[in-house]
Nanobody, 124 residues
Framework: QVRLVESGGGLVQAGGSLRLSCAAS????????MGWFRQAPGKEREFVAA????????NYADSWKGRFTINRDNAKNTVYLQMSSLKPEDTAVYYC?????????????????WGQGTQVTVSS
């Protein structure tokens, strides 16, 4: 059974930082691209960042480019999202996804598995 478990969310002041983690089990982690998405209340899930199976290629949505960094540790079956210079508009539930393949993916439909999400709240 595949499980993705996010952690590291919380309440932080604007300008602060958080590091989200997503621990995977039940799959061959290095065979999967990983991605982070977010969903704000009343909005659709949107792409934040993605990383390929090796960690050598990454992609970011423009809104978070330069502030967020995605990386992965295949030995620990974990993907991370380092979030810096946080803004109130970054407030959302953040989800990690796993998509089988060698590239990286920016669409929700490309991911077969999802975690339960972790809440990030940025206060002004």
């Amino acid at each position: 059974q595949v499980r993705l478990v996010e952690s590291g969310g919380g309440l932080v002041q604007a300008g602060g930082s958080l590091r989200l983690s997503c621990a995977a089990s039940g799959l061959t982690f290095s065979a999967y691209a990983m991605g982070w998405f977010r969903q704000a209340p009343g909005k659709e899930r949107e792409f934040v960042a993605a990383i390929d199976w090796s960690g050598g290629n990454t992609n970011y949505a423009d809104s978070w480019k330069g502030r967020f960094t995605i990386n992965r540790d295949n030995a620990k079956n974990t993907v991370y999202l380092q979030m810096s210079s946080l803004k109130p508009e970054d407030t959302a539930v953040y989800y990690c996804g796993a998509g089988l393949g060698v590239g990286y993916y920016i669409t929700v439909s490309s991911y077969e598995y999802w975690g339960q999400g972790t809440q990030v709240t940025v206060s002004s």
